[in-house]
């Protein structure tokens, strides 16, 4: 028996956060916040090119182990199924976008800074109903994950935390985006094999 690299993207995604926040203290606390954090409304630089790379990098920034290991369990359990299910190019272009959504509105919306992975990990959980679905269904467990895990991001958003619910919401709106899409690209593959 030998041990597999069964989610390339997943698994290497996951290395990249542990070596991001292994290195942090090597460079006296300076890296995440320079590279692997998007900084709040009225800081996006339209001239500097790491505002661009932040972006997409501060789903790879966690404020600390703990941050991490709650987004991982997520991205570890269900990023394998869904990455086998769509491909590693597929996964890794929702990963992409996730984190651009968010960091997008972040910087343009909202007065914190922003770090971590948990939109891909919403992004994750509202996706992975859509994985053995049929054309003409919504799957049950969707709209089951909708009313128990967003409605209580909504809800939690009006609360003074660290924690950035907006993330979770946007995370999920392209989960199930990504989802929907995916359901009418693999019907309209099914149909014309029919």
Same mark, same amino acid.
């Given at each position: 028996?030998?041990?597999?690299?069964?989610?390339?993207?997943?698994?290497?995604?996951?290395?990249?956060?542990?070596?991001?926040?292994?290195?942090?203290?090597?460079?006296?606390?300076?890296?995440?916040?320079?590279?692997?954090?998007?900084?709040?409304?009225?800081?996006?630089?339209?001239?500097?090119?790491?505002?661009?790379?932040?972006?997409?990098?501060?789903?790879?920034?966690?404020?600390?182990?703990?941050?991490?290991?709650?987004?991982?369990?997520?991205?570890?359990?269900?990023?394998?199924?869904?990455?086998?299910?769509?491909?590693?190019?597929?996964? %890794?272009?929702? $990963? /992409? *976008?996730? +984190? #651009?959504?968010?960091?997008?509105?972040?910087?343009?919306? @909202?007065?914190?800074?922003?770090?971590?992975?948990?939109?891909?990990?919403?992004?994750?959980?509202?996706?992975?109903?859509?994985?053995?679905?049929?054309?003409?269904?919504?799957? %049950?467990?969707? $709209? /089951? *994950?909708? +009313? #128990?895990?967003?409605?209580?991001?909504?809800?939690?958003? @009006?609360?003074?935390?660290?924690?950035?619910?907006?993330?979770?919401?946007?995370?999920?709106?392209?989960?199930?985006?990504?989802?929907?899409?995916?359901?009418?690209?693999?019907s309209e593959v099914t149909d014309i094999h029919?």
């Open positions: 028996m030998k041990i597999r690299y069964n989610a390339p993207v997943v698994l290497s995604f996951t290395l990249l956060a542990v070596i991001v926040l292994l290195a942090d203290p090597l460079t006296g606390g300076n890296l995440i916040p320079s590279w692997f954090m998007v900084p709040g409304r009225g800081y996006f630089n339209a001239a500097s090119p790491i505002s661009y790379i932040r972006l997409f990098s501060h789903i790879a920034g966690h404020a600390n182990w703990e941050h991490l290991l709650g987004n991982f369990a997520i991205i570890l359990l269900i990023g394998p199924i869904l990455e086998e299910k769509y491909g590693s190019l597929s996964i %890794l272009f929702m $990963i /992409l *976008i996730t +984190a #651009l959504v968010t960091g997008l509105l972040n910087s343009f919306l @909202f007065s914190g800074a922003l770090l971590g992975a948990s939109g891909v990990a919403f992004m994750m959980i509202l996706l992975a109903p859509f994985t053995n679905t049929k054309k003409g269904e919504i799957p %049950l467990t969707f $709209i /089951l *994950i909708i +009313a #128990l895990y967003l409605v209580k991001e909504v809800f939690r958003s @009006f609360q003074t935390n660290n924690i950035a619910e907006f993330a979770h919401i946007a995370g999920g709106f392209c989960g199930s985006i990504f989802g929907f899409i995916r359901l009418k690209h693999s029919d």
